[in-house]
């Protein structure tokens, strides 16, 4: 599925964002784009899990991997709308 805006350009808009940031900016944004029905439901299931993800985080706790890359995926939107948070 092709993305709304391709990864290459977005290095060159942000060029913040890491080669994590952009995998799983793209993995995310291609699974809510593959269900349209459900976007708003999954979307809310990866920013539970980037809250729960945070919170591990800021617990030196491991993340499974659909919390790190919900993590990474909020990182990359505010970096892209200039509110990194780290």
Same mark, same amino acid.
């Not at 900016?25 to 439901?41: D, K, N």
């Given at each position: 599925?092709? *993305?709304?805006?391709?990864?290459?350009?977005?290095?060159?808009?942000?060029?913040?964002?890491?080669?994590?940031?952009?995998?799983?900016?793209?993995?995310?944004?291609?699974?809510? *784009?593959?269900?349209?029905?459900?976007?708003?439901?999954? *979307?809310?299931?990866?920013?539970?899990?980037?809250?729960?993800?945070?919170?591990?985080?800021?617990?030196?706790?491991?993340?499974?991997?659909?919390?790190?890359?919900?993590?990474?995926?909020?990182?990359?939107?505010?970096?892209?709308?200039?509110?990194?948070?780290?």
């Amino acid at each position: 599925m092709k *993305l709304p805006v391709e990864p290459e350009r977005l290095r060159r808009l942000f060029p913040s964002l890491t080669d994590e940031d952009l995998e799983a900016y793209s993995e995310v944004t291609r699974a809510l *784009l593959a269900e349209p029905g459900a976007r708003g439901r999954r *979307l809310a299931e990866v920013m539970a899990a980037a809250e729960r993800g945070r919170d591990k985080e800021a617990a030196a706790l491991p993340q499974d991997d659909d919390e790190r890359r919900a993590v990474l995926y909020v990182r990359a939107l505010g970096k892209m709308q200039g509110r990194a948070r780290q």
